[in-house]
């Protein structure tokens, strides 16, 4: 039976992203199979968010966890599971 652990970090700091797929391969012994970047969400009410009324800042916070977290997470865990003989990712936007 394979082992499951899951981890807490924040997908905009690529470091921490990095350091968690290196805490899995030496928690489970074995690179992982699976990758789950579950980080999406917005900042503010719908009325604020909106294209025409986001501000710079609530814009960045947003992108910075939905794509650049996406992005850190894929680029952490790909490598080894490609290494592993991976053949597929799928990317959620």
């Not at 917005?42 to 968010?49: D, K, N, S």
């Not at 025409?52 to 609530?58: G, H, I, M």
């Not at 794509?67 to 936007?93: D, E, L, S, W």
């Amino acid at each position: 039976m394979e082992e499951a652990i899951g981890l807490e970090v924040d997908v905009t700091d690529s470091d921490a992203v990095n350091g968690a797929c290196r805490h899995d391969r030496q928690a489970v012994g074995v690179g992982s199979t699976i990758a789950v970047c579950n980080a999406g969400g917005g900042i503010g009410t719908l009325a604020e968010t909106t294209a025409t009324l986001v501000d710079d800042e609530r814009l960045m916070a947003v992108l910075q966890r939905n794509f650049i977290g996406t992005v850190n997470t894929c680029r952490a865990a790909a490598v080894p599971m490609k290494a592993q003989g991976g053949r597929k990712t799928h990317y959620g936007f």
